[in-house]
């Protein structure tokens, strides 16, 4: 088993920062693949990033170059720092880890909030 859980939400200004991150436990060495995910109010929940335990990544079209992920294998978190924030990034995001056998775990979700 696997628990995940997100820090870091809140409510910023357009243009403003916010680093969000996420804490493993559990049977952390079965992770492969870790990632954030978003859903805002009356939309469907769509991928964020992703990072691979080598550290690959991989971003939706509407956050690259704006947010990065992260990851400390050896803390077990993850972060995504993310950058010049935008309305339409407002959301609850989701931490999300997936193990070697394809099981996911998420979290709870933190609020993010940008204000125009």
């Known amino acids: 088993q696997v628990q995940v859980v997100e820090s870091g939400g809140g409510l910023v200004q357009t243009g403003g920062s916010l680093r969000l991150s996420c804490a493993a436990s559990g049977s952390i060495f079965r992770i492969n693949t870790m990632g954030w995910y978003r859903q805002a109010p009356g939309k469907q929940r769509e991928l964020v990033a992703t990072i691979t335990s080598g550290g690959s990544t991989n971003y939706a079209d509407s956050v690259k170059g704006r947010f990065t992920i992260s990851r400390d294998n050896g803390k077990n978190t993850m972060n995504l720092q993310m950058n010049s924030l935008k309305p339409e990034d407002t959301a609850v995001y989701s931490c999300?880890?997936?193990?070697?056998?394809?099981?996911?775990?998420w979290g709870q979700g933190t609020q993010v909030t940008v204000s125009s």
């Open positions: 999300r880890a997936t193990t070697q056998r394809g099981i996911d775990s």
